[in-house]
T-cell receptor, first 115, second 112 residues
Framework: AQSVTQLGSHVSVSEGALVLLRCNYS??????LFWYVQYPNQGLQLLLK??????LVKGINGFEAEFKKSETSFHLTKPSAHMSDAAEYFC?????????????FGIGTKLQVIP | NAGVTQTPKFQVLKTGQSMTLQCAQD?????MSWYRQDPGMGLRLIHY???????DQGEVPNGYNVSRSTTEDFPLRLLSAAPSQTSVYFC???????????FGPGTRLTVT
């Protein structure tokens, strides 16, 4: 079984400040991990993903995330927030084997950027 | 290459009516899924499919039916609409569940 916990359903940061969105997972096997972004009235789109290899992964729009196995975490960061980053962010976990297994999404974190 | 398409974009139903939300993808993806999104509850998986002819329930399947007769299409049927089914519905597809999901633009459903 697998699960995802996103700490903080709403996060507010000032423009130019560090963005940190937290994601912890539970999985019986080393999972694949994803961050998705959803802008208002749109579907979700992939921000970045971790499958194997380098534990620090870079995504679009200056975001990055680090896979920490010992902490079962995959937190999303961006050094300097921009107004256009205001959106909802979802962490997701999936089993690397695919097959009959399903993807599990976190509850989402709404990011507000204050000018 | 249209990706994942969903129709309709908006729909209003009366309680007890039935309808089908359409989802199609042109990427030859095996894995397809339906989610509903409600304020404060994130994305909840309704049903998913790992290939043509194979479907399974997610966490909130009651009141919904799916079938997967082709790789491309994965329609979601509401059997007898209820106000609790008012939501935004997203369809997604991927090569397998291990790969990134591609989402459709969503269907906003209101049941009165």
């Amino acid at each position: 079984a697998q699960s995802v916990t996103q700490l903080g359903s709403h996060v507010s940061v000032s423009e130019g400040a560090l963005v940190l969105l937290r994601c912890n997972y539970s999985s019986s096997v080393p999972p694949y991990l994803f961050w998705y972004v959803q802008y208002p009235n749109q579907g979700l789109q992939l921000l970045l993903k971790y499958t194997t290899g380098a534990t620090l992964v870079k995504g679009i729009n200056g975001f990055e995330a680090e896979f920490k196995k010992s902490e079962t975490s995959f937190h999303l960061t961006k050094p300097s927030a921009h107004m256009s980053d205001a959106a909802e962010y979802f962490c997701a976990v999936s089993p690397p084997s695919g097959g009959y297994q399903k993807v599990t999404f976190g509850i989402g974190t709404k990011l507000q950027v204050i000018p | 290459n249209a990706g994942v398409t969903q129709t309709p974009k908006f729909q209003v139903l009366k309680t007890g009516q039935s309808m089908t939300l359409q989802c199609a993808q042109d990427m030859n993806h095996e894995y397809m899924s339906w989610y509903r999104q409600d304020p404060g509850m994130g994305l909840r998986l309704i049903h998913y499919s790992v290939g043509a002819g194979i479907t399974d329930q997610g966490e909130v399947p009651n009141g919904y039916n799916v079938s997967r007769s082709t790789t491309e299409d994965f329609p979601l049927r509401l059997l007898s609409a209820a106000p609790s089914q008012t939501s935004v519905y997203f369809c997604a597809s991927s090569r397998t569940s291990a790969y990134e999901q591609y989402f459709g633009p969503g269907t906003r459903l209101t049941v009165t």
